[in-house]
């Protein structure tokens, strides 16, 4: 089912906080996304349901509004990729016109603002504020995408699995407590390696009191350094 946000909606999903939207108002991007809201829907999706699947036609993007989302890719060896995950504030679906290359699944509950391609291009023509929005939200997924590139071709299996744990700290914004809705299997697949190496290299830094695993959806951080200082942080 389908709502439209409100106004005081689309403050609180795309500006954060109250000091981001003071900035924003400030800048004139908050009127764009006040126009950028009357074009997007709210759609709700449960746990491992499909948003988008590959070859689908690329006609809508999406913004998180609350849970999360697997970008993944099934490849021709039956092997599944996992591409990124999206949290809340994230935004998915920014493929080139056609067709898609990656699916999107909810990996829970999940609440997102849908927005149609030719709506969206027609109001970056009335509004350049928002073209400079979507243009950063793009140069960031590059350099995410650059990123990952590295980590996959350069670093072991407990360098991997410490990045990603610092990467999500620092995307959710916690220091020690960091909840995990997708599965061992789900950062497997993320991060290039088994299962099995995932949940070894886990109860590694569990074992030298690195992190505390309190419950597979909760992992906390004991030593962030520790963490860090693998990845050469």
Not at 14 to 43: K, P, T
Not at 53 to 82: L, Q
Not at 159 to 170: G, N, Q, T
Request: aromatic share 6%; charged share 25%; with cysteine.
């Amino acid at each position: 089912m389908f709502n439209q946000f409100g106004i005081g909606g689309v403050a609180e999903v795309f500006a954060g906080s109250r000091v981001a939207g003071a900035a924003m108002a400030r800048s004139g991007q908050l009127d764009a996304l006040v126009a950028l809201e009357q074009i997007g829907a709210r759609r709700s999706f449960t746990r491992d349901e499909e948003i988008y699947a590959e070859n689908d036609i690329s006609d809508c993007w999406y913004k998180v509004v609350s849970g999360a989302v697997r970008i993944c890719k099934v490849m021709a060896d039956g092997r599944r990729h996992v591409a990124d995950f999206c949290f809340a504030g994230d935004c998915f679906g920014l493929d080139g016109a056609g067709a898609r290359v990656l699916s999107a699944e909810a990996i829970g509950d999940l609440i997102v603002m849908r927005f149609s391609r030719g709506a969206t291009e027609r109001l970056i023509d009335k509004e350049p504020d928002l073209a400079r929005h979507i243009c950063n939200l793009t140069l960031r997924n590059v350099a995410h995408a650059q990123t990952r590139m590295l980590l996959l071709g350069r670093m072991t299996a407990s360098e991997r699995v410490a990045s990603f744990l610092i990467e999500l700290a620092e995307r959710r914004d916690v220091h020690r407590a960091l909840d995990l809705p997708m599965t061992r299997s789900d950062i497997a697949d993320y991060l290039g390696l088994t299962t099995e190496t995932v949940c070894r290299v886990l109860c590694g830094f569990k074992r030298d009191h690195v992190i505390a695993i309190p419950s597979p959806q909760r992992i906390e951080l004991c030593d962030r350094d520790a963490l860090e200082a693998m990845v050469g942080g």
